[in-house]
């Protein structure tokens, strides 16, 4: 099947080819509008490779301008492998998914998956046979799971995403937090209802992780979806929200969440017939921006795919963003959500940054805090078995997307890899570690640990939607595209752990 590449909805490729004609600024104004319909998950552009259950080859992705990483390749681009040598694989702790609808095939999309890259199974997973003390993937369905069907077509629904899409997005979120940490045991957490830019949805999801953390389930939180802070009707509706998070720092849990897919944009629910609008100024997600909550952001991963040992710059196949910047590691991605928050003020673990960082006000959360791989330019390869009704809403090209390898980004993607890596932080712990954002900054502000444990990415930019909104550069030290940086797994975890003490 040929590679078809779409951004969030089944209709914005068709949108915008036939938006060509419009001048730069109403084009970037249409887009904005068509991308805000299906704000959520943070999946920002997927990529079918094949239908079959055999992953693809890197000359099929390369030959449409991607590289495409199996986990053993991440892996060796943020120095995994020496914790696992030592046995540290994120065993004895649990890391809950939080995604509206799930996916109907989830254990047999994860067996499928670890089959093909000859990763650990875990018990839960179709055709394992479950033994003594195996780590287990279990999902709880909170408030029921509605059987998966399409909308009739008289529905005149206000942009809920079709269940397809969060599909999508629960098989990638499972799949690269278990490729991250394969000793951990995986909670998946369902929501019947999607969320909409703040207008429906998050109750339920923030009840849902109350309910997690009360009943001491998980030690770690993913959380792949966010909305702009200022499409919220008021800051008190967004901080009604937050209950969840402060239950969390107070038992221990680590919450994370994705810094968004908008650069340094956002959009208004209204009108909501046509998807919201482009907000006017610079703005940041939530949950990211939330001070208890560690933000992630997003870059290009532009390391060697074939590579499964060392960190090895790869200048010279695609994508076009690796190839125009020889020697960079990683860039930051265009489309990296950060920036500032317009609620919560600068928290105390931002008052020292390493040199050269962007400085961030007193009046103002830095968004995000740190990042990973999240262009689907340099994204991971992961398998999905869609629905076979609802899936209207995901299109590769003009036809339905189908079963098979998808290459696919997103800060979606930098998220549930971050919740793998905290899983094995726990373990070195010995337990959670509850909000990790204060050791974070603590290990950045020693100029030796900085260069030692953090990859600091100082090429790129947020500026998806200039010039009607203004982005952000990446810099030396903390950035509002990449935060500290991304990691270097065998010498911050066990340094993370550290400073939290």
Known sequence: MPIS??????????????????SAVALTRARAQVRAVLMQPSVSEYAQVTASETPP??????????????????????????????????????IAIVDS????????????????????????????????????????????????KAPPPTAKSPGQEAKSAWALETSLDVETAHAMAPGANILLVTTPTAETL??????????????????????????????AEDAFGSSQSLLTLRHAYISAAQSGVTVLA???????????????????????NPTVGWPASDPLVTGIGGTYLCTDPTATS???????????????????AEIGWID??????????????????????TPIPPSARGVPDVALQASARTGPLMYVSLPPDGDSGLLCGSAPCSTGWYDIGGTSVSCPEWSGLIAIADQINGGGL????????????????????YYDVTVGNNAAFAPDVPGYSNSPGWDPVTGLGTPNAANLLPDLVAAAH
């Open 5 to 22: 590449s779409v951004r969030r909805s089944a209709g914005l490729l068709l949108a915008v080819l036939a938006l060509a004609a419009l």
């Open 57 to 94: 080859t890197e000359a099929q992705c390369e030959s449409v301008g991607r590289r495409c990483f199996t986990p053993q390749a991440i892996r060796a681009a943020y120095n995994v492998g020496p914790l696992y040598a030592q046995h540290l694989d994120g065993s004895g702790i649990t």
């Open 101 to 148: 609808y799930g996916n109907d095939n989830m254990a047999h999309d994860l067996h499928v998956y670890d089959q093909a890259f000859g990763l650990s199974p875990l018990c839960g997973e179709q055709d394992v046979t479950c033994t003594a003390g195996m780590p287990w993937f279990r999902t709880v369905s909170f408030q029921g799971s509605p059987a998966t």
């Open 198 to 227: 703040g207008v429906q949805g998050l109750p339920t999801m923030m009840n849902a992780e109350q309910y997690v953390v009360d009943h001491h389930m998980a030690d770690v939180i993913s959380q792949s979806f966010g909305t």
């Open 258 to 280: 994705s810094s968004g897919d908008f650069g340094s944009a956002g959009t208004s629910k209204q009108p909501v017939g046509q998807g919201g609008a482009l907000l006017p």
């Open 310 to 328: 060392g960190r090895i710059v790869d200048s010279a196949d695609p994508p076009v963003n690796c190839q125009n910047n020889p020697g960079q």
């Open 336 to 357: 990296a959500g950060g920036g500032y928050s317009h609620i919560f003020s600068r928290p105390s673990y931002q008052d020292t940054l390493p040199a050269g960082s």
């Open 434 to 453: 509850g909000p990790i954002n204060q050791a974070l900054y603590t290990v950045a502000a020693n100029p030796a640990s900085y260069a030692s444990d």
